[in-house]
């Protein structure tokens, strides 16, 4: 005889219902993070992320006193980028946005190069003698963007995540990661390999 655990256990889960439809964009707020963002959604893009990066740069502030304020200026800006694409791009509205039917697998590879800068930034400006650090970390960014986009849809998530885990792992072993950035290249790779490339079901704000 079944207990009642067990029956509960056996119900399917209760999906949200999913909305893949937007409003057309009204500025070039909603052209960067998604027309038709909620109040909640917004709240979450900016202030975690405002929180968290004069966090991090009053912790640089302490431990990096050789830098400049011109490098502290550019070390909060790749935090907002960083740490602010992590949420933005994961927000149903965005998952409207660079996902809809009009978007192909080139148009995220071009969003995926468009992030060479970031640590090609942190090599010119905190680390010019470490160029391996760019050709490692974009490198490996932009190969597993190229399988994932391979991948069955069903497949991406999983291969997203051992590919994230695969390079923190890699970082930790054999990249002469520049001090004051050992946050970067995980939050790099979850930003662009699982918060933008993988498609998934933007739900309605209850």
Same mark, same amino acid.
């Given at each position: 005889?079944?207990?009642?655990?067990?029956?509960e256990?056996r119900?399917?889960?209760?999906?949200?219902?999913?909305? !893949? #439809?937007?409003?057309?964009?009204?500025?070039? =707020?909603?052209?960067f /993070? %998604?027309?038709?963002?909620s109040? @909640?959604?917004?709240?979450?893009?900016?202030?975690?992320?405002l929180?968290?990066?004069?966090?991090?740069?009053?912790?640089?502030?302490?431990?990096?006193?050789?830098w400049?304020? !011109? #490098?502290?200026?550019?070390?909060?800006?790749? =935090?907002?980028?960083? /740490? %602010?694409?992590?949420?933005?791009? @994961?927000?149903?509205?965005?998952?409207?946005?660079?996902?809809?039917?009009?978007?192909?697998?080139?148009?995220?590879?071009?969003?995926?190069?468009?992030?060479a800068?970031?640590?090609?930034?942190?090599?010119?400006?905190?680390?010019?003698?470490?160029?391996?650090?760019?050709?490692?970390?974009?490198?490996?960014l932009?190969?597993?963007?190229?399988?994932?986009?391979?991948?069955?849809?069903?497949?991406?998530?999983?291969?997203?995540?051992?590919?994230?885990?695969?390079?923190?792992?890699?970082?930790?072993?054999?990249?002469?990661?520049?001090?004051?950035?050992?946050w970067f290249?995980?939050?790099?790779?979850?930003?662009?390999?699982?918060?933008?490339?993988?498609?998934?079901?933007?739900?309605?704000?209850?």
């Amino acid at each position: 005889m079944k207990s009642h655990n067990e029956d509960e256990y056996r119900k399917p889960p209760v999906t949200p219902s999913v909305d !893949w #439809q937007y409003p057309s964009p009204s500025g070039g =707020l909603d052209l960067f /993070i %998604g027309p038709g963002a909620s109040k @909640a959604e917004l709240c979450l893009q900016f202030l975690p992320t405002l929180v968290l990066a004069f966090a991090m740069t009053g912790w640089a502030g302490i431990k990096m006193e050789s830098w400049s304020w !011109w #490098q502290f200026i550019v070390f909060w800006i790749l =935090l907002v980028d960083m /740490i %602010g694409g992590v949420i933005t791009n @994961a927000t149903a509205s965005a998952k409207r946005w660079y996902h809809r039917y009009q978007i192909a697998a080139k148009d995220h590879l071009l969003f995926v190069a468009l992030h060479a800068i970031q640590p090609l930034l942190i090599v010119i400006l905190f680390a010019p003698e470490n160029p391996m650090y760019f050709v490692v970390t974009f490198g490996w960014l932009l190969v597993g963007a190229l399988m994932i986009l391979k991948c069955a849809v069903y497949l991406q998530r999983p291969c997203a995540g051992a590919w994230v885990v695969a390079g923190i792992l890699l970082e930790q072993a054999v990249l002469d990661t520049p001090e004051g950035f050992e946050w970067f290249f995980a939050v790099y790779l979850i930003k662009v390999l699982m918060s933008h490339l993988l498609l998934e079901a933007p739900y309605k704000a209850n």
